[in-house]
Every structure is written in C-alpha cells, then in structure tokens.
C-alpha cells in the first residue's frame, strides 16, 4: 500500500513539474514572438526614417545646387536684368514643387524675384534694414559660405527655409567683389508633404533640428507625442544643420500580439497533451506489466523449452525444445539423469563457453542456482546461442525449468547499444552544454537580486549615510556599484547567448528550419557579413588574446544572408575556440565565378584521418574536447548543410599542433543569375 501511494505522488510531482515547465515555456515564447514582431515594426519605421531623411537632404540639396548654379550665371553675366533671370531659373522652379520664390540681391537689396507676380512686394528689400534678415546677409556675405536658415516667417505670408548663396566677382585687382546673394525659399508646407508622404498611416513622425552645442532640439513638424514612444530615428545633414527624423507607432508599439497570444495557447495546449499523453502512456505500462505476470504464469504450464526435475533432482520429463537447445549433449537428456551428471557432462562436452577454464567453478555455481533459484538468468552455449534459463520450486520440492531462445534478441540489444552509445554521448553533452551557461545565469541573477549583500552596495550605502564624505567619493562608490552591476549583466548576458546558440543548433538540425524551406535566395554581399562576424567575434578574440584578422574583398552570391552568417560564425567561432594563441585570420575573395571564404588558425590542429569524421553531427574528435571547449559537434555539420545548400562546399586542412585551415567555395553571382 505504501508503496502504491508512494509512486502516486511521485506521477504527481512529475506532472506538476511538467506543468510548470510548460507554462515558463509558453510565457518565454510569448515573449520571443513579441520581440520578433516588435524588430519587424522598427525595422519598416526605420526605413521609412531613412526615407524621409533621404527626401529632405534630396530636396534641400537641390535646392543648394540651384543657388549655386545661378550664382555661376550672374558671375558669367553681373548685368541680367527681370526677363532674362526669368528665363534662367523658370526651368528649374517647374522641376521642384517645393521652391516658393527664386531672389536674387545685388548687394543687400533684392532686385529680382521669380515668380514675380506672387512676390513683387520683395523687390527693393534691403536686407541690412530688415532685422530677421540682416544675420544670414552678413554671415553669407563675410564668410562667402552659403547659409540655410529656418523655419522663418516670410514676406509673402506662411513659413519657409531659405537657402542663401553669395556672388563674388572676379577684378582686376585679383580680389574678389561682393556682387550679391542668391536666395532660394522653400516652402515649409510643400517640403513637409514631400517628405511625410511616405510615412505609414499607422505611424507618427516628427523632425526636429538638433543644437550645435548643448540644448535641447527643436521641434520643426510633425506628431510631438511620437518622442514619448520609444521611436526609431534617423538623423540628417541639412547644409551645416542636423536635422532628426523620428518615427514610432501611433499607438506605441505592441507588448501583445495575435500571434504571441497563440504561441502561448499552444505551448499550454502542448503541455496538456503532453501531460495527458504520459499518464496514458503509465496506464498502458501498468497494464502491460500485469499482463507479463499472468503471460509468466501461463508459460509455467506450457512445453515450450520446458523441464521437470523430482525433489531429488532427477529429470521426470522434458520436451522436443528442451533437448533441440543442447545438441552437443543431448545424448545425456534423458529421464532419470540426475541434474548434477548432466551439467558435469555437458561441461565436459563443451557445451558452456562460460566454463572454459574454470569447470568446478562454475559447476558449483550452477549447481547452486539450481538448488536455490533467484529468478532467471542467461547462458551462452556453444553454438553462439543464448539461452534464458528460468528455474523454481514447487511446494513439494520439485523444480520447474524453462528455456527460452534469446539468441536474436542479445544480438539486437548489442546492436541498439552500439548505435546508441554517440546518442548517449550527445545527451551528455547537451545536458552539459544546457546546465552549465543556465546555472550561470541563474547564479548571476541571484546575485543581482541580493545585490545588497555586495560589498560595493554596502560601500555605497556608507558614502551616502556619511554626510562628510565629498560627492566625488561618493560617485566613485556608485560606480562601483555600477560597475558590479555591469559585470555580473555581462555575464547573464553571455551565458544566455550561449545557450541561444545551443538551442537555435538543436532547432536547425532537428526541426523544418532547413534552408532548402526559406524561400528563394537573394543576393548577399559576403564580405559585408564576413565584417559583421568579425566585429561580433572581436570581444572573444580580444578576451583569449588573439589576433583575428580580417581580408574582405567585394564578392557577392545568390543565397540566404541570415544562415551564411552562421556558417562563417560557426567557422570562425570554432577557430577562436580551438586556439589558445596566436592569429586567426578571416578572409573573402572573389575568383571569377567563384566567392571563396577561408577561416585558418594557429590551434591545435586535426589529424588527418579525422577530416571526414568532424563533419558528422554531434561529432568531435573526442569527448574531452567537449568538455574542455564546449559545444554540440554540430556546428561543422550545419555549416556544410548550407554551404551545399548554395551550391558549395567546405573542404579542410591541417597539421596537429599548428593549425587549421577550412575553406568554402560558393558559386558567385547576383540573384537573376541563380533564377535562371
């Protein structure tokens, strides 16, 4: 009865444990999918950032090289009058809808406008006695740089940015003289429309001008409320003026999507099955289980491998399959032997390989698991044959023998333990490899949380409470409370990429992430990704004291960037990881139709009857180098995988003690090329 109620609470346990597993799966998912759609919202606002950034410098350029190119007109002619600056520039203000007038001031009086009609009331402005002009005159006047002033109230009514260029002509003297300045509006409505058409009606945008110095921006258009929501930005250069464009969901951005709501109804609704699943799966073992006793029971009376011994231990009957198993001492099977003359016989015989060498012995061993049965147990004959040798007593002192063959069955199990051992070995490694950076992270987090207990928090706490002790004492102890912080954040932070990475290696070999199901390629800049890789891999070739040296030229091929990342992280991650010392050098080059990407290093190198071997999954050259450096053994095999995917190929060479070298050729070309 105890012990029923014992494994009671323990099928209990497990499913509370499953349970509760369950639900951190599914509140993690959730979270990994909100992040996910939370990238792909920023990554289309910022696109549309760069657009608008893009249209405003465009515009705004234009505008610039117009002034430019009629202050190089007025240098060819000083003496053009109203019809022939119409004609000059009217080409120009038909291109551009954003221009509200074209100026030009000999001197510091305007003397021709365009369009002149709308802005005839310009003409004569003297820019020395108009106060909001007279700064920019003198600045573009002295400096002979163009200016760019705005937003500015103008004459004609509204607000506009004008773009101001000075005109200098050459003397006799060899001098330049001030002639005037060239001025082109643009109107602040019209350049707005230009530039925030593109930004999607879901999303708010704002531009403001960023401060030379200290200070804050100033806003120029747009949705203020969108600098409350965390927006993507993209800044702007605007003739010497920074200008900030801002872009954020009207709304702000989703902490809850469809598809993370279903993530996590699913992962539940999988815990429940799963639940359900192991305790049917319990039912059937018990079930089965007491199916066996009674099978045992009716095997007991049955003439399958069956023999009868007297309580004197003499054989009273036995069947056909009895004597079939012992051929080589059959002759001695017969009623009325005694079970110690057969046994001694049948050694004598050869009939048990086991008692080779050691015949009383094992004699005496058999003829006390005879005499006192303790359940059943195996026997190795001389034809390669396994027997299952089952005895017991009767209440009148009589024994029960039963054989059965179990020849194909201990073949069967040697073959299962054979094929299972790098199973075996990679479950190791994988609990290993899952433990070690999740107690890190769960030490570290602890630490975190106590953070109190710290001898820099108490340090802290001491400065503060000291009201004698300086302010620059009291920061250095907040930095190093800061500093703790850091350090131990660093660390989750490592130790949880880590483990990413040892997931995100399971989920692509043993789940629909291969990459023949991503879609059609597009094409790659290689050298770009080789730069990135290098960049993410510098902190660890810095930390071991290794030089990693990158050699990129352009080359680019049709494929899939986000798995041509892995790989070249993969490669170059196990170069780092297998040298102690010295260089790790990461080059791409382009050889006519071929893009070829080498990883070498200074490690510890491979033998050469291992090159074919570290290409299989869950495969390293021994397990202490699992334990030693870490990893799956996949890493290799996933980056095969995708080079052949793209139609390439890694070969490898190396020398134990000196280094290694693996090289990937990929087909080049663009993605037309692959499509046809």
């Known amino acids: 009865m105890q012990t029923f109620i014992l494994k009671r609470w323990c099928a209990i346990a497990v499913g509370v444990v499953i349970s509760v597993a369950g639900l951190v799966l599914a509140v993690q998912l959730e979270k990994r999918v909100v992040a996910v759609h939370?990238?792909?919202?920023?990554?289309?606002?910022?696109?549309?950032?760069?657009?608008?950034?893009?249209?405003?410098?465009?515009?705004?350029?234009?505008?610039?090289?117009?002034?430019?190119?009629?202050?190089?007109?007025?240098?060819?002619?000083?003496?053009?009058?109203?019809?022939?600056?119409?004609a000059l520039v009217a080409p120009f203000f038909r291109t551009?809808?954003?221009?509200?007038?074209?100026?030009?001031?000999?001197?510091?009086?305007?003397?021709?406008?365009?369009?002149?009609?709308?802005?005839k009331n310009v003409i004569g402005l003297d820019y020395l006695r108009t106060p909001s002009q007279v700064g920019s005159f003198m600045r573009v006047r002295d400096t002979r740089q163009p200016d760019f002033a705005g937003p500015v109230y103008l004459m004609q009514g509204g607000r506009g940015y004008i773009q101001r260029v000075p005109v200098y002509l050459p003397s006799d003297s060899g001098e330049d003289r001030f002639?005037?300045?060239?001025?082109?509006?643009?109107?602040?409505?019209?350049?707005?429309?230009?530039?925030?058409?593109s930004v999607h009606e879901d999303n708010g945008a704002i531009v403001t001008a960023l401060p030379r110095g200290s200070g804050p921006a100033r806003f120029l258009w747009g949705d203020a409320g969108v600098?409350?929501?965390?927006?993507?930005?993209?800044t702007v250069n605007v003739n010497g003026a920074q200008w900030r464009v801002s872009i954020a969901p009207t709304g702000g951005w989703e902490g809850s999507t469809t598809a993370s709501r279903?993530?996590?109804?699913?992962?539940?609704?999988?815990?429940?099955?799963?639940?359900?699943?192991?305790?049917?799966?319990?039912?059937?073992?018990?079930?089965?289980?007491?199916?066996?006793?009674?099978?045992?029971?009716?095997?007991?009376?049955?003439?399958?491998?069956?023999?009868?011994?007297?309580?004197?231990?003499?054989?009273?009957?036995?069947?056909?399959r009895f004597s079939s198993y012992y051929n080589t001492s059959s002759d001695l099977i017969r009623v009325g032997s005694r079970f110690e003359d057969i046994v001694r016989g049948s050694v004598a015989n050869g009939q048990y390989r086991e008692a080779e060498g050691r015949e009383e012995e094992w004699i005496a061993e058999r003829l006390a698991r005879h005499r006192t049965p303790q359940g059943s147990f195996e026997q190795l004959l001389d034809d390669?044959?396994?027997l299952k040798v089952s005895e017991a007593k009767m209440p009148d002192g009589s024994t029960v023998g039963f054989r059965v063959d179990i020849t194909e069955l201990k073949k069967a199990l040697e073959a299962a333990e054979k094929a299972n051992s790098v199973k075996s070995e990679f479950l190791n490694t994988v609990s290993h490899e899952i433990r070690t950076p999740l107690s890190a992270i769960i030490g570290f987090s602890t630490m975190i949380q106590n953070v109190k207990v710290m001898p820099e928090y108490g340090a802290l706490v001491a400065a503060l409470k000291d009201k004698r002790m300086g302010v620059d004492k009291r920061l250095a102890a907040l930095k190093d409370v800061e500093v703790l912080i850091q350090?131990?954040?660093?660390?989750?932070?490592?130790?949880?990429?880590?483990?990413?990475?040892?997931?995100?290696?399971?989920?692509?070999?043993?789940?629909?992430?291969?990459?023949?199901?991503?879609?059609d390629f597009q094409p790659v800049a290689v050298d770009e990704i080789a730069r990135a890789v290098a960049g993410q891999l510098s902190g660890v070739a810095d930390e071991k004291g290794i030089d990693l040296v990158v050699d990129c030229a352009g080359a680019e091929v049709a494929g899939d960037a986000v798995r041509l990342k892995q790989m070249i992280l993969n490669l170059v991650g196990n170069?780092?990881?297998?040298?102690?010392?010295?260089?790790?050098?990461l080059s791409v080059r382009q050889r006519e139709d071929t893009v070829e990407i080498e990883v070498s290093d200074t490690g510890c190198g491979i033998p050469p009857e291992s090159f074919g071997k570290i290409f299989d999954s869950f495969t390293q050259l021994d397990s202490g180098l699992t334990r030693r450096f870490g990893g799956l053994g996949l890493g290799l095999t996933i980056s095969r995988d995708i080079a052949e995917k793209h139609g390439g190929n890694i070969t490898v060479t190396s020398e134990p003690g000196v280094g290694s070298t693996f090289l990937v050729t990929l087909p080049a070309g663009t993605h037309d090329a692959a499509g046809d």
Do not use: C
């Open 384 to 386: 390669g044959r396994w």
């Open 227 to 234: 600098l409350d929501k965390e927006p993507v930005s993209q």
């Open 575 to 585: 170069a780092l990881k297998f040298t102690e010392q010295g260089v790790v050098r």
């Open 96 to 119: 551009s809808p954003g221009i509200l007038n074209i100026g030009l001031a000999k001197g510091s009086t305007v003397r021709f406008v365009y369009p002149f009609e709308d802005n």
């Open 179 to 197: 002639w005037g300045i060239v001025s082109v509006v643009t109107g602040e409505e019209e350049l707005i429309r230009l530039t925030m058409q």
């Open 487 to 519: 350090r131990l954040s660093r660390r989750i932070d490592a130790n949880g990429k880590q483990l990413l990475n040892v997931i995100n290696d399971i989920l692509y070999w043993n789940r629909s992430e291969r990459l023949e199901e991503t879609g």
């Open 38 to 86: 939370r990238n792909f919202e920023a990554g289309i606002a910022r696109e549309q950032a760069f657009y608008v950034a893009s249209e405003i410098q465009r515009t705004l350029a234009f505008h610039k090289m117009l002034a430019d190119s009629i202050a190089s007109a007025v240098i060819i002619d000083p003496s053009l009058g109203q019809d022939k600056f119409e």
């Open 262 to 320: 279903m993530t996590f109804l699913l992962t539940l609704a999988a815990t429940a099955l799963l639940l359900v699943f192991i305790f049917w799966a319990r039912h059937l073992f018990l079930a089965k289980k007491r199916s066996w006793e009674q099978l045992a029971e009716a095997i007991e009376v049955i003439d399958d491998g069956f023999a009868l011994y007297d309580p004197d231990d003499r054989l009273v009957t036995f069947n056909s």
